[in-house]
């Protein structure tokens, strides 16, 4: 059934493969710049963040902003590219594959590659800053990785899908998705929102995700229902991503 | 001068138990539009068939019913007997397509191209390698295998789209304009590669190029605004236009106007057209001619020559002279 999600999967992690270098340099130098200006260069005026020092408080946050934005980058210029420039869908469409067969190949190419992002980001942090965590909180911490990487790879394929214009797709990149991540606990706690606000915050993915994330590297401390959200809204996404796919191939 | 619309064109496959492809009242609307109005045709297995229109008269709809990229509204199509609605997977083992745009993945080398492909067929490494080295000969890109679709030129791209259409070995080919925007080298050797396969596959062509239809297909069908106007052979299609005759008539020195102003006259004589010492008369039957060439008695004629209907006259006749949007 997924013979033909394997195959473009494949070809997907062959184009990754060729060009990993300068993905690589490319993926590590954002996080490591915010680190570096952030983390060391603001660390003296901001002090203790929730009991630690800034820098180790934003350094697992920028790993999973990492995976997170790499998986959505990769399904919404990937599925778009292949949709609207190079036409490469229509030359699998005409193949005995289902088109969930492709939503689904795309979705696992965003996760691989934010898996595999977040990952070389959180080794070059740990080679060349202070920022240390137990090995054995890794499981925990990628109990939210894993799903949070699912969500933004379904919600690129969603936007990738609807969107037929570039710059829409940075608009949107710029007003909806940057402002979640940024607002959801990653640069400063979320006790620092008025208290009204606060369980609208808590009721985003993107907190779950990130709050969840960072407890559960720096502290082993798990959140269950952080965990369930973030599950459940990677479930809805995909599901959403493979419905609207279909749909708008059946125009 | 337009030609009646045939009342019902027959569906051009006189044995239906033949029929690679058919299509019974094919009907698809896109809100008010009708892009395909009770649409029948029957396509013989083995044969290249050439479906022509102008812009807009359904040609794509109906290739993307066919290959199950789209549903039809209304009506029936089948191909090797197997209804698109409901066997859509089975039909996509079964066709290749080469679409109107490359499609290639550039960032995938001409043989990783055609591998993709095999892939999704779900063939095996032992049963397509073989296959590619024999397309990739074929089309003469075996020395190409390893570079990037963007370094070929536009005559490569489009041999290696065909062969990639071939890799998992078709019984019908769809090849929606192949050779638009190749050169006329280009375009012959695509044509070279097309007639290479006629008779082990069907092959269902559309293209712009008249000449095109005209050189490879065995029969033709011209649509316009969703519905089939007529279907035949190229010569059958041409003897449509024989009820009228053609005759160029050019003259040696001054005259020609006088001339054009006698035969215009003439009420055999359906239309004429004059461009400097030159007369063009479209006769009503060729029996006229000896009329003519009575009123043309003295008149100082270089020659008189028959001018031969070609697939654009009765493309013209059919579809009318009017620009599409």
Not at chain 1, 9 to 18: F, G, N, P, T
Not at chain 2, 10 to 25: E, F, K, L, N, R
Request: aromatic share 8%.
């Amino acid at each position: 059934m997924l013979r033909g999600s394997l195959a473009i999967w494949q070809r997907d992690m062959l184009i990754l493969r060729r060009s990993i270098i300068s993905e690589l340099v490319a993926v590590v130098a954002y996080p490591l710049t915010i680190y570096l200006a952030f983390g060391v260069g603001m660390q003296g005026y901001i002090g203790l963040v929730d009991g630690a020092p800034y820098s180790m408080f934003i350094a697992p946050g920028l790993i999973t902003m990492t995976a997170v934005n790499a998986a959505y980058n990769e399904s919404v210029w990937s599925l778009w590219f292949h949709r609207r420039v190079q036409f490469t869908i229509e030359s699998y469409r005409v193949t005995p594959i289902s088109v969930s067969e492709i939503v689904i190949a795309k979705i696992l190419s965003g996760f691989t590659h934010g898996i595999i992002k977040g990952c070389v980001v959180g080794v070059v942090i740990f080679a060349i800053t202070p920022f240390r965590f137990p090995l054995e909180h890794l499981v925990q911490y990628l109990l939210f990785l894993i799903p949070g990487s699912a969500f933004f790879s379904c919600a690129g394929v969603i936007s990738g899908t609807v969107m037929d214009k570039p710059e829409t797709i940075g608009k949107v990149e710029a007003v909806l998705v940057m402002p979640l991540i940024f607002m959801s606990g990653l640069f400063f706690p979320l006790s620092s929102y008025p208290p009204a606000v606060i369980p609208w915050v808590r009721a985003l993915p993107t907190t779950a995700i990130f709050e969840g994330a960072r407890r559960a590297l720096v502290a082993g401390e798990m959140m269950p229902l952080a965990a369930l959200q973030i599950w459940l809204s990677a479930l809805l996404t995909f599901v959403a991503a493979v419905y609207i796919f279909r749909r708008k191939m059946s125009e | 001068m337009r030609l009646p619309l045939p009342a019902v064109p027959s569906t051009g496959c006189s044995d239906m138990s033949t029929a690679s492809i058919t299509v019974h009242s094919l009907t698809k609307s896109y809100g008010d539009l009708t892009a395909l109005d009770s649409f029948d045709l029957a396509v013989e297995q083995g044969s290249i068939f050439g479906l022509l229109g102008p812009n807009g008269a359904g040609k794509t709809t109906l290739i993307r019913i066919l290959t199950t990229l789209m549903r039809q509204s209304g009506g029936d199509a089948s191909i090797e007997g197997l209804d698109t609605r409901h066997a859509g997977r089975a039909i996509r083992s079964m066709i290749g397509v080469v679409s109107q745009e490359n499609s290639l993945d550039r960032y995938l080398t001409a043989r990783e191209n055609l591998e993709l492909h095999a892939r999704l067929h779900g063939m095996e490494r032992r049963v397509y390698a073989p296959r590619i080295d024999e397309l990739l000969a074929l089309m003469g890109l075996s020395g190409r295998q390893k570079d990037f679709p963007d370094t070929f030129s536009g005559g490569m791209q489009r041999r290696l789209v065909i062969a990639r259409a071939l890799v998992h070995q078709p019984v019908v080919l769809f090849l929606d304009e192949p050779t638009t925007g190749l050169d006329p080298q280009s375009r012959r050797a695509v044509w070279e590669y097309i007639r290479s396969l006629a008779g082990s596959m069907t092959i269902f062509l559309t293209t712009h190029y008249l000449e095109e239809a005209e050189q490879l297909c065995d029969r033709i069908a011209i649509m316009d605004h969703g519905r089939l106007i007529a279907i035949g052979s190229t010569q059958e299609l041409k003897d449509r236009l024989s009820g009228a005759t053609v005759y160029e008539i050019e003259f040696t020195g001054e005259g020609a106007d006088r001339y054009a102003g006698i035969l215009g006259a003439m009420p055999c004589v359906l239309d004429i057209k004059r461009v400097d010492n030159k007369i063009t008369v479209t006769l009503e039957c060729w029996e006229c001619l000896s009329e003519i060439v009575t009123a043309l008695g003295g008149a100082p004629i270089r020659r008189i020559s028959l001018q031969e209907r070609t697939l654009e006259d009765v493309f013209i006749s059919l579809t009318g002279e009017k620009v599409r949007e």
